[in-house]
């Protein structure tokens, strides 16, 4: 072999051998991307996230829109929403969620976990049922006295506990119809605690648990009283768990005023409602951008004590009108609005059986408009900071309070 062929020979080598090793170069970078992609695809999964890249996440439809129902504190004043679901079941209004503070607890479970028409009536008859001594148990010796000794509470739960029992189906909080949230106050960081499941009769009492009236309740080692202290109207929960639509029910007016106080303790009593409206007022005023809210609210007065039941059926007549015009007004649930609101009695006819020396105060039954500021229920005076994504009608307030009603639960 001459030098020339040799080295054309030498040339053919050395060419497939370069165009060999570029191939395989090729591939090897090819092959390395793949598995870096994969290994990325896989640890964002791992961490809850999804790869915009991935075609199942373009093939995703929008997310469906989630309603809740927010049930808000006010002691005996709770009735009012007993008439409130009772229009919203009769016009099937059935929500994603629930979830409740204080006496909204009670409610809100009990609806949870039977939200027709047959399970707000039964609600109903419970609540026309109960007497003083029903929930306030007290001794042989009782009187002011007793909020000065050395004890947790004036009352026992053992009252409320019993109407509780009763009244549930269930036994956790897992187990309701609809999904059920009920929030208390934590006595270890003042914080607020949501309890999403587990013993739902530990948690509803530790929701509902009045300071100095009840005991509080403890639960896995620590104790909890009412949830009206941090978080009254719990709202901010469901927007925070993705609801685009929420319907909350107000015991009392959303603007706070506070009688002037005769009585130190009634200036206490004032600062506390106002400490405690004051969340409210925060959240309100820092709605995100599609968030609907629609209020429910009571009116005014129409309860003498927080352990005063007389007005029961005229609070829940109250609730039953509030709720028809706002289904009427806004189209909740699935049944068309069939009729006006019904009329409102009197509260001296709901009081009359109980009343003792002397004659209840006529109250003007009908529902009036209250001047104020556009979209909410209130004194023109205080307004409520209102975002325009918070619809509400103007509530009835034909009663005068004759004391003022208490905070939270």
Known sequence: MNLATSSNLFNLVFGLFVVATLVLLVLSLRFVIAQAKKSKAEWLASQGNIDEEEP???????????????LAGGS?????QIGMLQVLAEHGFVPDRVYGSSVGAINGAGFAADPTREGVERMAQTWLKLKRDDIYRTG???GPWLYLQQRDAVYANSGLRAIVEKGF?????EEAVLPIEVVATSLTDGGERWFTH?????????????PAIFPPVEIDGEKYIDGGIVDNVPFQRAIDAGASRIV?????????TPPPSRRPVEGMVNALLIAIHARFVRDMAHLPDGVEVILCAGPEGATRDFDDFSTTEHLIALGRAEASEI??????????YPAPPLSVPSIADAASDESEGGTARQRDPSPKPVPGHTGVTGSPDQSLPPPSSVVSPTSGAGVDPDTQPEPGT
């Open 56 to 70: 199942e996440a373009e093939e995703e439809g929008p997310e469906e829109e989630m309603t809740a129902l927010v």
């Open 76 to 80: 005996t004043r709770g009735a009012i």
């Open 140 to 142: 042989r010796l009782h």
């Open 169 to 173: 189906p269930f036994e956790r909080l």
């Open 198 to 210: 587990g013993p739902a009769i530990e948690a509803i009492l530790a929701s509902a648990a009045m």
């Open 248 to 256: 909350i029910l107000l015991c009392s007016p959303p603007v706070v």
């Open 327 to 336: 289904v009427r007004r806004y189209g909740l649930g699935t049944i068309p």
